[in-house]
């Protein structure tokens, strides 16, 4: 019978320095590239509500460990024991492998450490301008990622540089294990934006996915939709807050990028996939619902509706 599976998961992952679930997953496919170790199952693992069922993953998790005694030992073996027999085979003190994984297990616990890791610093930002005066142009911008309130204690603060002067944005930031989202509000105003991200990982030297908000320069309210890049910056430093505005037609992000500290390697050739990326599902502009196409439905259902009223 299997015992103490999350205590000796957290033990073994102070041993080897994994800070996170997928570090941990990662290890053992170093051992095993068909290991049944996978993400979704660890997480019950690590909170106790299930143990592993097939035997392999014992036996991975032996070879993992360098141990001379079987998979079935880990499974069965009880907590003082499992301790003693690592820390004796890679020359650590028992109270001191505890000690490590008792902090690690803390820090997990309050700030969700395996998911919200690494976010924090300041990127810049890259995104289709939503302004019918700027159709096709790129628009620069900053956001940044800070400790604050919150389940993730993480909180953002994004800024461009419009012609009508500084927009200011902030929210939440709430990592998951699908995706990373960000849901921000103007600082003395009425705008919002919502990023859908791709999940983070280390070293999280970049962000992509979706913005979603509505045009802050234009004559009509147009719900908007474009691909974002944000490009974590190295100098917190570069990249002042009155750094941004739209970038000239055919200008280069990896120029642009140059300037901010990061220089990238064949500068040509990353500007073609960043112009892919960016461009992508959107026939080079934002996406965006033309107001006369929403009217023409708005007037079916109003019609609909007053005629149906009482």
């Known amino acids: 019978m299997a015992q103490h599976i999350a205590q000796k998961l957290r033990l073994t992952s102070a041993l080897l320095g994994t800070v996170t679930r997928k570090d941990l997953a990662a290890a053992f496919r170093a051992v095993n590239p068909k290991t049944a170790f996978d993400l979704g199952r660890a997480d019950k693992w690590l909170q106790g ?42 020359g650590i003190d028992s109270a001191e492998l505890e000690r ?8 997990s616990a309050h700030d969700e450490r395996g998911l919200g890791s690494g976010l924090a610093g300041i990127y810049a930002c890259y995104s289709r301008a939503w302004s019918p005066y700027y159709r096709g142009q790129l628009i620069k911008g900053r956001l940044a990622i800070e400790a604050g309130p919150g389940v993730h204690g993480l909180t953002a603060t994004y800024r461009e540089t419009l012609p009508t002067g500084q927009l200011q944005l902030g929210g939440p930031v709430n990592p998951a294990k699908r995706g990373l989202y960000v849901h921000l509000k103007e600082v003395g105003g009425d705008a919002q934006f919502f990023l859908c991200l791709f999940p983070h990982t280390q070293p999280v ?33 570069l990249g002042a807050e009155a750094w941004g505005g739209y970038l000239p037609a055919g200008g280069s992000i990896t120029a642009d990028l140059a ?15 960043l112009e892919q990326f960016l461009g992508a599902d959107s026939g080079g502009g934002a996406n965006q619902i033309p107001p006369a196409d929403f009217r023409a439905v708005l007037d079916v259902f109003d019609r609909h509706w007053l005629q149906h009223a009482g």
């Open 100 to 107: 490590r994984a008792g902090m690690q297990f803390e820090a």
């Open 205 to 237: 030297s970049v962000l992509g996915g979706y913005m979603c908000g509505a045009a802050i320069i234009g004559p009509e309210a147009q719900p908007s939709i474009t691909r974002i890049l944000l490009v974590r910056l190295r100098d917190a430093g």
């Open 49 to 90: 509500r299930a143990r592993p069922r097939q035997m392999s993953v014992y036996d991975d998790w032996a070879r993992l460990l360098e141990l001379e005694q079987a998979g079935a030992w880990i499974a069965e073996s009880d907590l003082t024991s499992f301790t003693a027999a690592i820390a004796a085979r890679h």
């Open 259 to 273: 300037d901010l500290g990061i220089a990238v390697e064949h500068p040509e050739t990353v500007d073609r996939q």
